[in-house]
């Protein structure tokens, strides 16, 4: 099988903390394919494969990864490394998303800032997107589109009794984003803006742990989990709770506010995004809020 996997390698996707993604073809048919690292990696590929196997058994049609084989080191006397085969997700991290969002807002700041004087065509359209009220409730609409996305995929971990512990963009997939979308920031067309995430995915599943839905009670671990940028401060300490994601998911929601604080300004919404991101990155695992208190939040859901 590994000799399978090295001759058809369509193509090397970006290189990630547990291993090497690859995409293969069989049968002219794509599939991807995670080569775990050799240090400790038996672990998290065996405990990725099992919170899969568990989240398509209890929600088939939900967007995650669909695993089809763990192929496990020494299994064949060629295989040196632990293999996991999955479907194809054809898409985009969201740190994508966010970076178009920090230069959009960098080009807006330029034309008001420094070049304020406009007097090409091109400048005169973008003054027209910046100041267009379609284009910016569709942005803010995004926003909350795709922090309410993310909640809900993480209630669903939560309600199997599984908490991420690894939340950040480069393991949330934006799949069938438009084609050239914002490659050129004069010539976005707001009236699709709404249209840019068709379905998003969470992946990445090695650092799963047990939790009971919504209770907040710390449970200590062996080795710190997680991607230093966004982990919580109790899992610096080797413990966790249901909220340990929801931390994760408010650095997320910091990063974006930070990338499009001028729309939000210019709405009136900065306040309340920074007030829901505030609750979500309360220190204190104990007194901040739960995944079901995050997807009921107003401002979210547009009933403030």
């Known amino acids: 099988m590994t000799k399978f996997i090295i001759n058809n390698i369509y193509k090397t996707l970006p290189n990630g903390y547990s291993g090497q993604n690859y ?125 309410l996305d993310i909640a809900k995929l993480i209630e669903i971990c939560h309600s199997i009794g599984l908490t991420h512990l690894d939340i950040k963009p480069e393991n949330i997939l934006l799949s069938n984003i438009l084609p050239n979308f914002f490659k050129e920031y004069k010539t976005i067309k707001y009236d699709n803006l709404l249209y840019i995430i068709n379905q998003l995915y969470l992946i990445d599943f090695g650092f799963v742990h047990p939790i009971k839905y919504n209770n907040k009670e710390l449970i200590k671990i062996n080795k710190r989990v997680g991607t230093i940028k966004y982990v919580s401060p109790e899992m610096l300490a080797k413990t966790y709770n249901c909220t340990s994601d929801i931390f994760s998911l408010g650095k997320i929601l910091d990063e974006i506010i930070i990338s499009t604080n001028f729309f939000l300004k210019h709405n009136n919404q900065l306040d309340n995004a920074r007030s829901l991101c505030n609750d979500m990155l309360i220190e204190n695992p104990l007194h901040r809020m739960t995944i079901t208190d995050v997807i009921n939040n107003k401002w979210l859901n547009n009933t403030l």
């Open 23 to 147: 995409v293969i073809n069989y049968k002219n048919s794509l599939y991807t394919v995670k080569k775990y690292k050799n240090i400790g990696n038996l672990f998290i590929a065996k405990n990725e494969y099992n919170a899969l196997m568990k989240l398509n058994k209890y929600f088939p049609t939900a967007d995650f990864p669909k695993p089809f084989k763990l192929i496990l080191k020494n299994s064949e006397p060629w295989i040196n490394n632990n293999f996991l085969l999955y479907d194809y997700i054809n898409g985009s991290d969201s740190r994508y998303l966010i970076n178009l969002f920090e230069k959009y807002q960098y080009h807006i700041n330029y034309h008001n800032l420094i070049k304020p004087n406009l007097t090409t065509p091109d400048d005169q359209n973008l003054i027209i997107n910046i100041n267009n009220q379609i284009f910016i409730n569709n942005l803010i609409k995004l926003i909350k589109k795709y922090i």
